[in-house]
């Protein structure tokens, strides 16, 4: 029967007694050059992943989430600075990839909710990377939806697949069973008045918001 740790013995006995000096520091050197040449390797291969968004485009290239987000506001951002997933997900999917073929990697990580917290990271913290990222820590809009009401960006940021603009239509999703055009006034909203976006009286200064 197989034994590693008597294996392993016998190696190191006759690396030690069957070999010159010579020949060890060559042996040495081999493996350090191989190790070394892994690890770039591997750091590589990984920060290609990372952070190149021709790994996702691989396979995404005609979807419509990566044309929209080839026109969107975050064109310039890499695909993995919001949409995380673990070190053991990505093997899987690579497996799955190169061992099964793409058709069996997994749809759930095209799936990925971005959770408030990364979109925070810039839109309200200051973050070196990305400086020109919109400031809302003092924004009523979102001290009302995301730290009262409990609603993740992409609920209004996302609805439609990386359409980050908001429009008034996606108000409605939640609104819809409150007279769109009600209003503290004596008389109902008409005429162009109707037609109006909702944002265009609800702003940060209204105190509905």
């Known amino acids: 029967m197989f034994n590693p740790l008597t294996f392993t013995r016998r190696i190191g006995a006759w ?12 042996i040495i050197s081999g493996l350090l050059i191989f190790s ?4 770039y390797a591997a750091y590589k291969v990984n920060d290609y992943f990372e952070n190149d968004p021709n790994a996702c485009s691989v396979c995404h290239v005609h ?6 987000w080839v026109t969107s506001e975050h064109s310039g951002i890499n ?3 919001c949409h995380h997933s673990t070190k053991i997900d990505q093997m899987r999917q690579l497996y799955q990839f190169v061992v099964l073929g ?3 990697v997994s749809p759930r990580h095209g799936e990925v909710i971005v959770p408030w917290k990364l979109c925070f990271s810039c839109h309200w913290e200051k973050n070196e990377k990305y400086p020109k990222a919109p400031d809302i820590s003092r924004s009523r809009y979102h001290a009302k939806h995301v730290f009262i009401e409990r609603i993740e960006c992409t609920k209004c940021h ?8 908001l429009e008034e239509r996606y108000c409605v999703t939640c609104h819809k069973d409150k007279e769109v055009n ?7 909203a008409c005429g162009t008045m109707a037609t109006l976006p909702c944002l265009n009286c609800h702003t940060d200064r209204t105190k509905d918001l």
Do not use: Q, V
Not at 18 to 25: E, R
Not at 36 to 39: E, R, S
Not at 63 to 68: I, S, T
């Open 102 to 104: 793409h058709n069996k």
């Open 63 to 68: 979807d419509k989430a990566n044309k929209a």
């Open 15 to 26: 690396f030690s007694a069957g070999l010159s000096t010579k020949a060890k520091i060559i």
């Open 182 to 188: 009600e209003h503290m006034g004596p008389t109902e």
């Open 158 to 165: 996302g609805y439609r697949t990386h359409k980050f603009t």
């Open 36 to 39: 070394l040449g892994t690890l």
């Open 79 to 81: 695909c993995h600075e």
